[in-house]
C-alpha cells in the first residue's frame, strides 16, 4: 500500500473534468435535465476532484449554494468542472461549475455552481484523516480559498456545531463592511 502524501498540492493537480451527454432517461415530463441527475454527476465530479487531492476514500458531508440558472435540454452537452478551493483539518471544500450546449457546440452557457465538502476517512472508510493543504496561486484560486474560510463557518454555524460567535471570519467581514 502506498503513503499518503500531506504535502501541498496546487488546484490543477485535482481539478477534474466530465462530460456527459443528456438522453432521455435524464430528462423530466418537459424534456429538460432532472435536477437530481445533474447533482448525481456534480457528486461525483467532485468526489473524483477530493479524492485526488486527498489520495483518500472520501464521503460527501455537505453541498452548499446549489441553483438551477439555466435549463438543461435533451440531446445538450455537459461539461462538469470540479476544483478544490481549500483544504481544512480532515475536510476539502470543493468548487463545481456546470457548463452545456448543444450537440453541434452551439448555445454555450453556464448553467449551475456549487460547493461540496467531502471529508477524508482511513483505509478502513471509518475515521476523518489528515489532507494536505492546497496552494492557491492564481488570483481566482485565491479569491475562492479566502471565502472558502466563511464558508465552511456558515455551513458549520448552519449544522448546530459551532456557535455563530464562533464564526470569526464572518464576523470579520461583516465589521469591514460597516
Ligand atoms: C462526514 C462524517 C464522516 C463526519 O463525521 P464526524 O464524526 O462528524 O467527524 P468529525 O467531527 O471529526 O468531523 C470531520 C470533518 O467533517 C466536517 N463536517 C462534519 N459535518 C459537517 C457539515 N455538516 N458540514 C460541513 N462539514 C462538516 C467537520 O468540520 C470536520 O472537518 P475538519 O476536520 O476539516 O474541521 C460523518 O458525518 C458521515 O459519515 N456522514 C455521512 C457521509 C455520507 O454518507 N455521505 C453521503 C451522503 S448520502
Not at 36 to 57: F, N
Not at 84 to 97: D, G, H, K, L, W
Given at each position: 500500500m502506498s ?7 496546487k ?8 462530460t ?19 447533482m ?16 483518500a476514500?472520501v464521503?460527501?458531508?455537505?453541498v452548499d ?5 439555466n435549463p ?11 476544483s ?18 448543444d ?6 452557457r ?9 471529508v477524508?476517512?482511513d ?7 489528515q489532507?494536505p ?12 480559498y ?6 465552511r ?11 455563530p460567535?464562533?464564526?470569526t471570519?464572518?464576523?470579520k467581514?461583516?465589521?469591514?463592511l460597516?
Amino acid at each position: 500500500m502506498s503513503k499518503r502524501s500531506l504535502d501541498p498540492k496546487k488546484v490543477s493537480e485535482s481539478r477534474t473534468v466530465m462530460t456527459e451527454l443528456i438522453m432521455p432517461n435524464d430528462t423530466n415530463p418537459m424534456g429538460n435535465l432532472m435536477g437530481g441527475y445533474l447533482m448525481r454527476w456534480m457528486d461525483i465530479v467532485c468526489a473524483i476532484s477530493a479524492g485526488k487531492h486527498t489520495e483518500a476514500h472520501v464521503v460527501t458531508a455537505a453541498v452548499d449554494h446549489i441553483s438551477f440558472q439555466n435549463p438543461i435540454k435533451l440531446g445538450d452537452v455537459i461539461t462538469l468542472e470540479a476544483s478544490v478551493t481549500r483544504a481544512f483539518n480532515t475536510s476539502v471544500e470543493i468548487y463545481v461549475e456546470v457548463f452545456a450546449n448543444d450537440v453541434k457546440g452551439q448555445n454555450a452557457r453556464r448553467c449551475n455552481h456549487a460547493y461540496f465538502t467531502f471529508v477524508a476517512l482511513d483505509d478502513k472508510k471509518r475515521t476523518p484523516v489528515q489532507v494536505p493543504p492546497v496552494l492557491p496561486l492564481s488570483s481566482e484560486e485565491q479569491s475562492l480559498y479566502e471565502g472558502a474560510a466563511r464558508r465552511r463557518e456558515m455551513r458549520l454555524v448552519l449544522a448546530g456545531r459551532i456557535k455563530p460567535k464562533e464564526a470569526t471570519e464572518t464576523r470579520k467581514m461583516f465589521a469591514d463592511l460597516e
